[in-house]
């Protein structure tokens, strides 16, 4: 019966020690997925800040108004150029 008895609690303590070695590989397994999530979100981040400064640069008066000089050849019209349509009049 001892004999028994050792062979069985042999076998249960290899099941508890196979069981624990499956969960921390489970453990480390997540810590990387995660560790890679946050690196990811990280990134996302630093991408959304950049894209924020873009969009508030691009965004300008200043600017809009440079390029629509430089690249439409417009220009702000003077008091020369202008002519006014008042209603009711023919």
Known sequence: MSMRANLLLTVALVLCA???VNAQY?????FI???RAQAASR???L????LQLDQSTFGKHARIE???RRD????APTP????YLTRGQK
């Open 72 to 75: 439409l050849n417009m220009v």
């Open 18 to 20: 196979l069981s624990l």
């Open 66 to 68: 440079a390029n629509a």
């Open 80 to 83: 020369a150029r202008t002519q």
């Open 43 to 45: 990134q996302l981040d």
């Open 26 to 30: 489970q453990a480390r397994r997540l």
């Open 47 to 50: 991408e959304w800040a950049q």
């Open 33 to 35: 997925e995660l560790e």
